[in-house]
C-alpha cells in the first residue's frame, strides 16, 4: 500500500485582521498627509489649480522619496518590511524623510504657497523630528503620528466634519497597528500625543 499524503489548505486570515491590514494601507503616514494638505490648501485658496501645483510639489520632494527609499531598501534585503518595523531600521528612514519636508517647507516659503499649507507641512516635520528622537530608546507608531497630526491640521485649518472624519481615522489605524500586532497600545498613545501636539504648536508658532 502507498502512503498517503494529508492535504494541507492555507489558513485563512481572519476578517479582523485583514480589515486591519487595509486600514493600515489606506490610512498610511505617506498617503494621508497628502489628502490633508489638499484639503486644507483648497479651503484656503478655492483654487484646484493652485491646489494641484502645491499637492504635485509635495509628491515629488517627499512622499515618493520616501516611498522609493524604502521600496529599494526591502528589495534590497536591508528592511524588512514596507512598514519599516523594525525600529532600528528607522535610523535612517527618519532624517530621510525630515530632509524631504524641509525641503518641501523652504521651496513652499520660496514659491508663495499658502501659510496653511507651510504650517501644516511643518507639522509633520515637528512630528517627524520627535519620532526620530524617540525611536533611539522606544517604539512609536508613525501611523498613529501621521493620522493624528492630520485630524488636528483638519480641525485647525478645515471644517468640523474634516476633523470628525479624521479623528476617526486616527483612531481606527491605531487599533489596526495593535490588531497586526506592529505596535503596543502605548506606541499607539505616544504616536497619537506627538501627532497632535505637533500640529498644534506648528499652528500656534508659523
Not at 68 to 97: E, I, K, N
Amino acid at each position: 500500500m502507498g502512503i498517503g499524503l494529508e492535504k494541507t489548505t492555507p489558513t485563512k486570515e481572519p476578517q479582523r485582521q485583514v480589515f486591519a491590514r487595509w486600514v493600515s494601507v489606506i490610512i498610511h503616514p505617506i498617503a494621508f498627509p497628502l489628502l490633508t494638505l489638499t484639503v486644507v490648501t483648497f479651503i484656503a485658496t478655492a483654487s484646484l489649480g493652485q491646489t494641484s501645483r502645491w499637492l504635485l510639489l509635495a509628491l515629488v520632494l517627499t512622499s515618493l522619496p520616501v516611498a522609493v527609499l524604502v521600496g529599494v531598501q526591502v528589495l534590497r534585503g536591508h528592511w524588512t518590511d514596507l512598514d519599516v518595523s523594525v525600529r532600528r531600521q528607522r535610523y535612517a528612514l527618519y532624517p530621510f524623510g525630515f530632509a524631504c519636508l524641509l525641503a518641501l517647507i523652504l521651496a513652499y516659503a520660496h514659491f508663495g504657497a499658502p501659510p496653511v499649507a507651510i504650517r501644516t507641512m511643518s507639522a509633520f516635520a515637528i512630528a517627524n523630528l520627535v519620532d526620530a528622537l524617540i525611536n533611539f530608546l522606544y517604539k512609536v507608531s508613525a501611523h498613529a503620528t501621521g493620522a493624528a497630526a492630520c485630524a488636528t491640521l483638519l480641525w485647525l485649518g478645515a471644517t468640523p466634519a474634516w476633523g470628525i472624519a479624521a479623528s476617526c481615522a486616527a483612531l481606527l489605524v491605531g487599533w489596526s497597528r495593535v490588531e497586526l500586532g506592529r505596535h503596543t497600545r502605548g506606541q499607539v498613545l505616544l504616536g497619537w500625543s506627538v501627532g497632535i501636539l505637533s500640529s498644534i504648536v506648528a499652528f500656534a508658532l508659523l
